[in-house]
């Protein structure tokens, strides 16, 4: 396959993911998206909670503690999975912006252009 077509291919599949996260996890807004960097820095914090105590932890709370601290590990990776695809959609969320303002801001010169142009011939 030509190497364009395979970007082209990872492309679409990569705003696949990113589709299906956002329908899987229901989010609308900007804000939601947040909440899940959040989430994750929350998680991240207690892990490393669970570190600290477990260096002046007795040997028998150890394997108590260090268990929760996979527990937390495992939902962290799962949270820095769907970050990818939530900084993806970001980032396209703000790039079709700039690209919005960019195009209303073409048109409103086209717009100033046609007036000007017909002050002309009155």
């Known amino acids: 396959m030509c190497p364009l077509i395979k970007e ?12 299906i996260f956002l329908c899987e996890n229901q989010i609308d807004t900007y804000e939601q998206l947040k909440e899940k960097q959040a989430e994750m ?5 207690q892990r490393k909670k669970l570190t600290n105590k477990m260096r ?10 260090s268990q929760q601290k996979k527990g937390l590990s495992d939902q962290i990776s799962v949270l820095r999975k769907d970050l990818k695809w939530s900084l993806g959609v970001e980032k396209r969320s703000l790039d079709m912006v700039d690209r919005i303002i960019i195009l209303f801001k073409k048109l409103d010169r086209i717009a100033k252009k046609r007036v000007q142009m017909s002050s002309l011939f009155y």
């Open 41 to 45: 820095d929350d998680l991240i914090s």
């Open 8 to 19: 082209e291919v990872r492309r679409m599949e990569e705003i696949s993911q990113q589709t």
């Open 56 to 65: 002046r932890a007795a040997f028998d709370e150890k394997e108590t503690l």
